[in-house]
């Protein structure tokens, strides 16, 4: 798919030419799992696949919306003042919170717009679509209507839509790093006070590949709630004797002086991986401003084995694909990235290696699990704007 024939698809559907492009990509998450609400650093990245959307000004005054990949839906249409979240609406519910709640902040949007959405992210990969969605959409608004935005206001709008419109309980993490995203920069985030930085990731000789379990991922929510509270009860146990707020305010050695107060085994490994992993996130950037790609994929492999071990979310098909993927030539790190219990993980890979690192990753996971998993290969690109001819 290319953008001619999402030019011509907003030419046949809404008969006019008169449009402007523009692109939100989705993320990965490099290192720092389960470290965002224990008060730590996550380390993202936006990537080049993502969702294009072609919009023009219309005067019904109503929004007329179409998703390239929902087609059998066709065209959702609703008013400007027909924005509560609609079950009919499917996919356009994330397009009609950000305008909502824009309105609700006083941003001027006061005529229709029709929209063509198009979108390459592979489906429940994990790479955040639905917040790619959200910033295409900020973004759209922000051009057509000639908003002024500030950025980071955006990005919470994009959160808040997930969390109050839709209902999902999730971190920021997608949103900055789709909406604040920069080429070949990853971006080190606090997730508590927002303060972020970004570290060069130079990546001439390498490749990332995201390897897809195709395995569904419906064990995530329920065990995300118990490890959560797992870490919480860690913490209470820890502030008996340590002043902390969050278990990412330990250093390694403070856990270490002071883990005999948790007095649980389970809780102990589970304290250990949010500490020591938001350890690895500082690490990480360090290394990266050194341009020490080795060191990064050291830090990658020390992350899955944490999260497999310690934090157990890992699961016999990110184990596979991961473990595999350890064995072959040319790997500098490997890791899970997201939730864990299926979906995807990431690996740094020698651009001379990565035809025959795919080949034989996959003849090895699908021997060991017996369905194929898929491999897409990712740049670290800029985030959400507008696409210029």
């Not at 692109?23 to 389960?34: K, M, T």
Request: glycine share 10%; hydrophobic share 35%; charged share 30%.
């Amino acid at each position: 798919m290319d953008l001619r024939e999402c030019k011509n698809e907003f030419i046949r559907i809404f008969g006019k030419e008169d449009f402007r492009m523009f692109f939100a990509p989705g993320r990965i998450n490099l290192i720092g799992e389960h470290t965002d609400y224990n008060g730590g650093n996550v380390f993202p990245a936006a990537i080049t696949f993502g969702t294009y959307g072609l919009a023009g000004k219309n005067d019904l005054n109503k929004f007329r919306v179409y998703s390239m990949n929902f087609s059998s839906l066709g065209v959702i249409e609703f008013g400007l003042e027909e924005l509560d979240y609609n079950k009919q609406h499917d996919w356009a519910n994330y397009v009609k919170g950000m305008i909502r709640y824009l309105k609700e902040a006083g941003y001027e949007i006061n005529s229709g717009v029709d929209i063509v959405f198009y979108g390459n992210i592979p489906n429940g990969a994990g790479l955040s679509s639905s917040a790619s969605i959200e910033l295409a959409t900020g973004v759209i608004l922000e051009g057509i209507f000639s908003l002024d935005i500030d950025r980071i206001d955006l990005v919470k709008t994009g959160k808040r839509v997930e969390n109050e419109f839709i209902g999902v309980n999730s971190g920021i993490m997608d949103q900055f790093a789709i909406g604040m995203g920069k080429k070949e920069c990853g971006i080190l985030l606090d997730c508590e006070t927002l303060k972020y930085s970004y570290a060069p990731i130079k990546l001439e000789n390498y490749d990332i590949v995201i390897m897809n379990t195709n395995k569904r991922r419906e064990l995530a929510d329920s065990k995300y709630n118990e490890r959560r509270g797992e870490c919480e009860e860690a913490l209470r146990r820890l502030q008996k004797v340590v002043d902390i707020n969050s278990l990412g305010q330990l250093s390694e050695e403070e856990f270490e002086k002071n883990r005999y107060i948790i007095d649980d085994e389970i809780l102990t490994k589970r304290a250990k991986h949010a500490v020591y992993e938001n350890q690895r996130t500082l690490k990480a950037l360090d290394e990266l401003n050194k341009g020490n790609i080795l060191a990064f994929g050291e830090l990658m492999n020390r992350s899955h084995i944490s999260l497999r071990d310690d934090y157990e979310v890992t699961g016999k098909e990110l184990d596979a694909l991961v473990e595999a993927a350890w064995e072959q030539e040319g790997v500098v790190g490997a890791r899970m990235t997201g939730a864990g219990f299926g979906g995807c993980s990431i690996a740094m890979v020698e651009k001379k290696n990565t035809e025959d690192f795919i080949k034989n990753v996959g003849n090895k996971y699908k021997n060991i699990i017996g369905y194929e998993a898929d491999f897409y290969i990712a740049s670290i690109g800029d985030g959400a704007g507008e696409i210029e001819e």
